[in-house]
């Protein structure tokens, strides 16, 4: 190997033209706070370190423009900028001017593609309490297949007046899953192809067995009736968004079951024993409901079965009833809107005047009541409305929630303390000592 001095003498011209110091440094610092205008040392010209660059001729007016009038920068303005001497800290205060007179340039955060609404922003909250408005839906004809509140839009236009069909195939639900919303009666559009899926006639069958079976048939048109290019023909919303969608509005905790309860209590005074309710809770639920609510603060059955059910008390004068929200403190905002015999939910907005279920007098030949019916608490929902619960549909909602679970003696719930047995399972293949432990 040859030693260092027997190296190419051009090797070294190469090395010196490109790495010597004084063709890459600037001048020092102090030059910035000379006053007298000393140090005209000038930049390097760029033809001694990159011959062969063309570099864009920059308008010396557009040069003023961005420099401050501050900074001792001489340009001569013949048209084209000649020279200008600088420091490094001009070099950077240059640059920093520039920067900041982008606005839409933010270095700490990415431009996104897609900004979100603020509806959409509050839509991704998980749960909304009695005591929080629901957030104002989007339109029926946005394409957000993911969002519970673009799906209770779509869920609100099904109406039983123009949409009485009450086949399993072609249920509101599935129809508002796949984007479709209720045009016209009979009739269902799609927000985003404008497509039409007309489904009148079907009524006029007078068979049961051939109604359904045309229901089925005409059920596959909601993927197929999308046009090619519409989205909702790619991507429908998940069959987990409907009860994402109750889980969100009307959770069954505590915290927002007992304000909703002392509401309906104290703005409904018709609200007693001898209103009827049918509710689908064995005696056992309903006793460990009433022992959760009551805890806290003295409740009734009926305005605790009532809440858990999702039904709200119904201030027709009242000018925040479009927010159908209770207030935390509920004496207070009971005497401000006054007393009602109306109930409604806030999802489906059906609304109930409870006057129709008040029974009637006794007749005098016998000891039962004339004209009594009972208010249903779950089917007198809508429908579609996810709080609604149809016979066959498997097990309801309500059957996992905690406030239905008995308290043992330990005070843990019997359901929680059994659920623990037989959790361990030893695999055959483990070779067994004599001082582990086995399950029994």
């Known amino acids: 190997m040859s030693s260092p001095s027997s190296t190419d003498e051009d090797l070294r011209d190469v090395f010196k033209l490109l790495y010597a110091e004084d063709d890459w440094s600037f001048p020092p610092e102090s030059e910035d706070e000379n006053e007298d205008g000393e140090g005209e040392d000038q930049h390097p010209p760029l033809d001694s370190l990159i011959p062969d660059i063309e570099l864009e001729i920059v308008d010396s007016q557009t040069l003023t423009q961005s420099i401050p009038p501050s ?42 593609i897609y900004i979100p609404t603020s509806t959409q922003l509050n839509s991704s909250s998980s749960i909304i309490l009695s005591t929080q408005p629901i957030p104002s839906v989007p339109s029926p004809n946005t394409y957000a297949p993911y969002s519970p509140l673009a799906l209770l839009a779509r869920l609100r236009t099904f109406q039983s007046y123009s949409y009485p069909l009450d086949s399993v195939h072609l249920s509101p639900i599935k129809a508002a899953l796949h984007g479709w919303v209720n045009a016209a009666r009979h009739t269902l559009r799609c927000g985003s192809c404008k497509s039409i899926l007309s489904l009148k006639g079907l009524d006029d069958i007078p068979s049961e067995v051939v109604r359904e079976e045309v229901s089925k048939r005409l059920s ?18 998940p069959d987990e968004l409907y009860d994402q969608l109750r889980n969100s509005l009307h959770p069954l905790i505590s915290s927002n079951i007992l304000p909703l309860s002392t509401a309906l209590r104290q703005s409904i005074p018709s609200l007693s024993s001898s209103i009827h309710l049918i509710s689908p809770l064995t005696p056992t639920q309903e006793l460990a409901l009433l022992q959760r609510t009551s805890a806290q603060a003295e409740q009734s059955r009926e305005s605790t079965l009532l809440a858990f059910f999702g039904w709200y008390p119904y201030h027709p004068n009242s000018p925040s009833t479009s927010d159908h929200v209770v207030s935390p403190n509920s ?6 809107k006054g007393k009602t015999d109306i109930i409604h939910c806030r999802i489906c907005s059906r609304r109930i005047g409870l006057w129709t279920y008040t029974p009637t007098e006794k007749t005098n030949d016998s000891d039962t009541t004339a004209g009594e019916k009972g208010l249903d608490l779950v089917k007198e929902h809508s429908t579609w409305c996810p709080l609604h619960h149809r016979h066959g549909q498997g097990q309801g909602y309500w059957e996992s929630s905690y406030l239905l679970k008995e308290k043992s003696s330990s005070g843990i719930e019997t359901s929680v303390a059994t659920s623990f047995r037989d959790w361990v399972k030893v695999s055959d293949k483990l070779e067994k000592k004599p001082w582990r432990r086995y399950p029994l």
Not at 220 to 229: A, D, L, T
């Open 331 to 336: 004496s207070d905002n009971n005497i401000k």
């Open 220 to 237: 596959r048109g909601f993927e197929s009736s999308h046009k090619v290019n519409c989205p909702w023909r790619i991507r429908k919303s």
């Open 71 to 112: 900074s001792d920068v001489e340009i001569e303005n013949e048209g084209l900028q000649s020279t200008a001497k600088y420091s490094r800290k001009r070099f950077f205060d240059a640059l920093d001017s520039l920067l900041s007179s982008s606005p839409s340039i933010s270095p700490s955060k990415k431009a996104r």
